[in-house]
């Protein structure tokens, strides 16, 4: 998982001991010494992570956090002050301004790491999510003009606080109570887990233990279910347990706070974890809801051959300019027209909708379905070379051979095999799109010519 980090600090020494930490993790490293030379790269190179010093002339950490998160072109770009401070007046300052985390020098390691890629993940998902917007309305759909406008409309919102600390349960509550609509407290993390699925929450805030589990479980619980992969969550962490906030980001929480709890801190964390929950919420309804029928494939609901080559154009672009690796994967259904031939089409089609669905459940959400013309689909995977792709497109082979498929009468089942073809993008792709497919095809056709049922890459 790559990504490009811009470090933002006045102090040359400070600079060079993060660039060298980064580069070792074979993270790309852009660096600026002020403010404004940060503004001036931000837009210009638009990076994936910004490390921002707080104490620096012209413009100050604060500053250039408000600038660059009240910008549209910009606010989606995670933002890690980095500071000798550790007065939680300057943390609540920064997170009141846009601040995803704080990191406190010296700087720990383990803990820079764990952030980072805590902070990538989200980062590919939200890009993902406004790349295909961009697709969207070049194809004909409605741009969103309101995304930033209902994001920070918070107050409204849902929030689920798990925690056997009464004492600490209550006050979490009386500090939120007026803020938001709902603050909903439960003491047992088996039925926080059957409530947060259930029910649709903007923000979990979980202990990290319980006397008969721990936090990092129940966070891991709910990061596995599709109901709740998406929320946010903070977890409540003595200060020593170091290792464990690293393993809790690790997991998939978003964020934590130290108890005893600063009400202020509380606030602006919560603030901030909220914000960032209706923006992914915005850009998800900016996406499906414009255009909808005219870029989903009607039997299968996975996206279309017309959006297909209109999305492709703008990954490949957006590859090329990040430089990342980027592979695309074409599958056939064997023998497709002897089921059309000897159980008609509308089973056909039915096996169509179940092999998407054992598709799309085996890839990342960063990745592009779409049905790429009658027994054939296409998977696009940014971020990924050939022998990953390889190690997918397996993987989904395997899944598909392995179980029967239930026909239309639910008595009869019929074992299907799919074939594969992958290649990943070059340079000249970026001026000839087609090329970058033809050469999947190509190994497509000769899985195909090979017997069948296996993946063929270069």
């Given amino acids: ?37 940060a503004m001036d790269l931000v837009a210009k190179q638009q990076p994936d992570i910004i490390l921002l010093d707080i104490m620096m002339p012209k413009m100050n950490g604060f500053e250039v956090c408000k600038e660059l998160k009240s910008d549209p072109l910009t606010t989606h770009i995670p933002i890690i002050m980095v500071t000798a401070l550790h007065d939680a007046h300057d943390r609540v300052q920064g997170i009141n301004a846009g601040a995803d985390d704080f990191l406190t020098k010296p700087i720990d390691e383990t ?3 764990a952030r980072i890629k805590s902070l990538t993940r989200l980062k590919m998902i939200i890009d993902e999510l406004r790349l295909r917007g961009e697709t969207n309305a070049e194809i004909g759909g409605v741009a ?9 409309q918070i107050f409204d ?13 209550e006050q979490i509550y009386n500090v939120l109570k007026h803020r938001f609509r709902s603050i909903k ?9 059957k409530v947060g699925i259930k029910d649709n929450y903007d923000l979990i805030i979980s202990d990290m233990h319980f006397s008969k589990t721990d936090g990092l479980r129940l966070c891991s619980g709910f990061r596995s279910k599709v109901e709740t992969r998406y929320t946010p969550i903070l977890i409540l962490s003595e200060d020593y ?16 706070l130290t108890v005893p709890l600063d009400e202020g801190e509380l606030i602006a964390r919560v603030n901030s974890q909220v914000k960032r929950k209706r923006y992914q919420d915005a850009l998800r309804m900016n996406l499906f809801n414009n255009a909808e029928m005219s870029i989903k494939d009607p039997l299968t609901n996975c996206y279309n051959r017309r959006y297909f080559d209109a999305h492709l154009r703008n990954i490949v672009k957006d590859s090329v300019e990040k430089d990342r690796r980027l592979s695309l994967m074409i599958l056939d259904i064997d023998y497709f027209k002897m089921v ?12 169509l909708k179940q092999i998407q669905k054992r598709i799309s459940e085996n890839i990342r959400v960063t990745d592009l379905l779409a049905r790429f013309g009658g027994e054939e689909f296409v998977v696009v995977m940014p971020d990924t070379d050939t022998s990953d792709a390889y190690t ?7 899944i598909i051979a392995k179980e029967p498929f239930i026909l239309a009468d639910k008595n009869t089942t019929h074992n299907i095999t799919v074939s594969i073809g992958i290649a990943e993008m070059q340079g000249s792709d970026l001026n000839d799109i087609k090329k970058f497919i033809v050469r999947a095809d190509k190994y497509l056709y000769k899985a195909k010519n090979s017997g069948r049922n296996r993946v063929i890459t270069s």
């Fill in 241 to 256: 347990d170091k290792n464990n906030l690293v393993k809790a980001l690790d997991v998939g929480a978003n964020d934590y």
């Fill in 157 to 169: 919102a849902n929030i689920l606080v798990v925690d056997e600390d009464v004492f600490q349960a």
């Fill in 340 to 351: 059309n031939d000897s159980f008609g089409h509308s089973v056909g089609d039915e096996l």
């Fill in 144 to 152: 969103g003009n309101s995304i930033m406008d209902y994001s920070n």
């Fill in 1 to 37: 998982m790559t990504a490009k980090i811009l470090v933002v600090d006045d102090v040359l020494s400070n600079v060079k001991l993060l660039e060298a930490r980064l580069k070792a993790e074979y993270y790309t490293v852009i660096v600026a010494y002020d403010g404004e030379e």
């Fill in 185 to 193: 407290i439960l003491s047992d993390p088996v039925e926080a887990l």
């Fill in 392 to 398: 997918i497109a397996e993987r989904i082979r395997k």
């Fill in 111 to 113: 803990a820079l790491s």
